[in-house]
């Protein structure tokens, strides 16, 4: 009897732990649900200027149906979102002008000051600049061009729906091509996510030619000041072209991954990406990391004053290529993220590939270091296939080029998940923006989505097209 009790006993202890976990577990992903929530209801509604119910139809969709069990709000007196479960997990993100919306610590954690946060104003992104800007989405300039724009908003898998929101194509300094989906227009702000990691690479690019960071000495880092710690011989261009060493969980599948967690709950992101270990020596090992961008995004911050910080991305790059709706936002530190948080308008990300387009140079103006462009177009070490250069991607991911389909040489490309796409192409005048809410990869195949735009550019005998790596 005594051995049948200890053996009932043991079952239930393991039991026991085997209910903790699960509820930790359980409790560690409704956190997750509710931040995502309510960071991206607060986003989408004061800093893209979107309709409450058509925010919440949208980050329902697809593998985030479970997300209707969450409830969302917004405070429009506060300029807040929140999000709870059952009344429990709640958070709260608050909306703070020019740096966006951020996450606070929870659903009553809005205070005073945040209340006097200034209303969203609403630019237009009509006039001025180096290529057409009319008022209202143009009909295609090009025609061949219209039956590719109908294939980029057509449905052809209704399980797996592409949810194409704005193409844009610039073809020798005009617009040829513009549409909208329904609900989204010249004037709306997406979101970039990763294609942030690209406007990062501007920024910094600015510092470096200011003399303000130097490209191949160690990134003073708190988190690596002790004597011998290997991660202090870290360099800002290791960071750039993903090759630091740093570990860290990338899948945005897992929603308990490095990524998600650093995104959603901490509130200091540089600082959490700094304290990973390093899997390899630096330079040896690529590895594509949001740590990484959050990093560099600190070492930003700390070259220059709190003031000077806050206002560099709209001085150094976004007033100067007239990116009126673009708006960089920040941490619950101040940060700015320079991973995944920046939205602006399909005009506006078109301004920033055309600056690439043109070698770094804005209207005769140098905004870019000279040679800065083929250093970012430079492949990373051990980076498979050179698919990477410093955080630019050297062709289009795998995943969004199913039929592998080959385009030509030197091209760049900015890649956001959901598939966001800035595409520039230098040898064909030619920069291609695609935004979207494509929860499945495989349901858009951009390399051949470039090609079609190519192509009808050859037809209408605007450009030459030799599909072609070199």
Same mark, same amino acid.
């Given at each position: 009897m005594k051995g049948k009790r200890r053996i009932v006993g043991v079952a239930g202890l393991v039991l026991l732990v085997a209910l903790a976990a699960a /509820?930790?577990?359980?409790?560690?992903?409704?956190?997750?649900?509710?931040? +995502? $929530?309510?960071?991206? /209801?607060?986003?989408?509604?004061?800093?893209a200027g979107r309709r409450q119910h058509e925010v919440l139809a949208d980050? &329902?969709?697809?593998?985030?149906?479970? =997300?209707?069990?969450? $409830?969302?709000?917004?405070d429009e007196r506060a300029h807040a979102a929140s999000a709870s479960f059952l009344g429990m997990a709640g958070r709260t993100a608050r909306y703070r002008g020019d740096t966006g919306c951020t996450l606070v610590s929870g659903p009553d954690s809005v205070t005073a000051s945040d209340e006097a946060a200034p209303?969203?104003?609403?630019?237009?992104?009509? *006039?001025? @600049?180096?290529?057409?800007?009319?008022?209202e989405p143009t009909t295609p300039v090009i025609p061949q061009l219209v039956a590719v724009l109908d294939e980029a908003f057509s449905e052809p898998d209704p399980a797996h729906l592409r949810r194409t929101r704005a193409v844009v194509v610039i073809h020798n300094g005009r617009v040829v091509a513009e549409? +909208?989906?329904?609900? !989204? *227009?010249?004037?709306?702000?997406?979101? @970039? #996510?990763?294609?942030? $990691?690209?406007?990062?690479?501007?920024?910094? *690019?600015?510092?470096? $030619?200011? *003399? @303000?960071l130097p490209l191949?000495?160690? !990134?003073? !880092?708190? &988190?690596?000041?002790?004597?011998?710690?290997?991660?202090?011989?870290?360099t800002l261009s290791q960071l750039l072209y993903m090759n630091s060493g740093l570990e860290f969980n990338e899948d945005m599948g897992n929603p308990l991954g490095d990524v998600t967690r650093m995104l959603l709950t901490e509130p200091d992101m540089a600082a959490f990406a700094a304290r990973k270990e390093l899997q390899s020596p630096p330079g040896t090992r690529w590895q594509y990391s949001s740590g990484n961008s959050s990093i560099i995004s600190r070492a930003m911050r700390?070259?220059?004053s709190e003031d000077q910080y806050r206002r560099f991305p709209r001085q150094a790059l976004f007033d100067r290529l007239g990116m009126t709706g673009a708006v960089l936002e920040a941490d619950p530190g101040g940060t700015f993220d320079g991973s995944s948080f920046m939205y602006a308008t399909a005009r506006d990300w078109a301004r920033f590939g055309m600056l +690439?387009?043109?070698?770094?140079? #804005?209207?005769? &103006?140098?905004? =870019?270091? &000279?040679?800065?462009?083929? +250093?970012?177009r430079t492949a990373a070490t051990a980076n498979p296939g050179n698919a990477y250069g410093a955080h630019f991607w050297l062709s289009v991911p795998d995943e969004y080029n199913r039929a592998q389909t080959a385009l030509p040489a030197h091209a760049l490309h900015a890649v956001g998940h959901e598939g966001q796409?800035?595409?520039?192409?230098?040898?064909?005048?030619?920069?291609?923006?695609r935004l979207g809410k494509t929860r499945y990869a495989h349901a858009w195949d951009h390399g051949a989505f470039v090609r079609t735009v190519l192509l009808a550019l050859e037809a209408s005998g605007e450009q030459s097209f030799s599909p072609r790596h070199e």
């Open positions: /509820l930790r577990h359980g409790s560690q992903l409704v956190g997750i649900g509710t931040a +995502y $929530k309510a960071k991206m /209801l607060c986003s989408e509604v004061f800093v980050l &329902e969709i697809d593998d985030l149906y479970a =997300l209707r069990i969450i $409830k969302a709000s917004i209303a969203i104003s609403r630019h237009s992104s009509a *006039g001025g @600049g180096s290529f057409n800007h009319p008022d549409r +909208y989906a329904p609900g !989204v *227009g010249p004037d709306t702000p997406l979101l @970039g #996510w990763s294609m942030t $990691k690209s406007v990062l690479n501007a920024l910094v *690019g600015v510092l470096v $030619k200011d *003399g @303000g191949d000495a160690p !990134v003073p !880092v708190p &988190e690596w000041r002790t004597p011998g710690d290997p991660r202090a011989s870290i700390n070259v220059m +690439y387009l043109n070698d770094g140079v #804005w209207e005769g &103006e140098r905004i =870019l270091p &000279e040679g800065w462009v083929d +250093y970012t796409f800035v595409t520039i192409i230098p040898s064909h005048g030619t920069v291609i923006v």
